[in-house]
């Protein structure tokens, strides 16, 4: 048996994140289910960091991660495109942005997209949208929480878990575990690791997202950048080697699984691509799946539960889980330990992303 401070459920990239920024404050464990960390949501992203994706609330936590990206981070930028017939949409986006201090500008898409069909007659364009360097980012945290002390163990799923006299008593396939503190960052698996803890889940929606790797006719020009409907059919954007990666932005309900794409999804975003640009698909080179798991209000979800002593919530990150990371880390960090927040996530309301909201 192994004691610990704080035992996190989940090696993506909320666990590795919220462990390496308590790692130097308390003795840490990370228990991940799969061989290694990241296997799931966190190793599938679209990696791209956008102030505006997951809407106004999100935004702060996207903002506040910025500067602390350095390194991760290159330059992209993104163009929202909508037809002739969304003005309403394009309208309520940029005053839902309008005190958030995010560059979007109102362009014509044509301009900036060669090729592209003449109905899509209007763009918003976000210029602080980068690239991220998905994988780089979440070695860095786990090679910050080894350093710092805390053990990182895989194939370590959770079988049970039982407080007794203020400790948790938990049960992996790799032995026992005992710790004061138990923090869900178990993604998709969120709900059920609750249940097994003896907390009331919130209803945390797990979702199947497609991607898929295209060659085109002509290939994407160099400049092109992240290229998304408004109101969420598609994204696309261009990847090394002049390929590009596609999505139809799909949200099918699943239970915690591997995610795999389907057939219809696919045919579905070749689809849609067609329609937004006269490029032919000269080959589709690769595809997959990822799960992006939603609270009932989409927003993430960080604190101690109300009824289970002992039991922390850092889960419901849907598809911005990366981008907002460094901030999300430091304030639930904060609110683990009871220490005051870092400067950079001091002006941030931890009680917008409470599970007593619930």
Known sequence: MSR????????GIAGASLAAELAGQAKVAVLEMESQPGYHST???????????GGPFVQPLTTASGPLLEGYLEPLGSLHIARGDERAAVDSELAAFSESGV???????????PGLREQWTLGIWEPSCAYIDVGGLHGSYLKAARRAGAEIRTDAELLSARRENGLWR?????????????????????????????ARPLGIQPYRRTMVQLATDPAPPADLPH??????SFYFKPEAGGRLWLSPHDETPTD????????????????RFEQVVDWRVAKLEHRWAGLRSFAPDRLPVYGFDPDVPGFFWCAGQGGFGIQTAPAAAKLAAALVTGASPHPSVAAIDPA??????F
Do not use: K, M, N
């Not at 610990?4 to 090696?11: H, K, R, W």
């Not at 290229?227 to 969420?232: A, E, I, K, R, Y």
């Not at 917008?352 to 909201?357: E, F, H, L, Q």
């Open 4 to 11: 610990f401070d704080i035992a996190i459920v989940g090696g």
């Open 256 to 271: 915690p699984c591997d995610a795999q794409p389907e057939d219809l999804d696919v045919a579905i975003a070749i689809d």
């Open 352 to 357: 917008r992303y409470s599970p007593a909201r």
């Open 227 to 232: 290229v998304g409907h408004l109101t969420g």
């Open 170 to 198: 938990l049960e992996t396939r790799c032995g026992v575990v005992e710790a004061e503190v138990l923090v869900d960052a178990a993604g998709a698996w969120a709900d059920p690791v609750a249940v097994l803890a003896g």
């Open 103 to 113: 560059q979007l500008d109102l362009v014509d898409p044509r301009e900036r997209i």
């Open 43 to 53: 190793g599938r992203s679209a990696a791209f960091w956008s102030e505006t994706y």
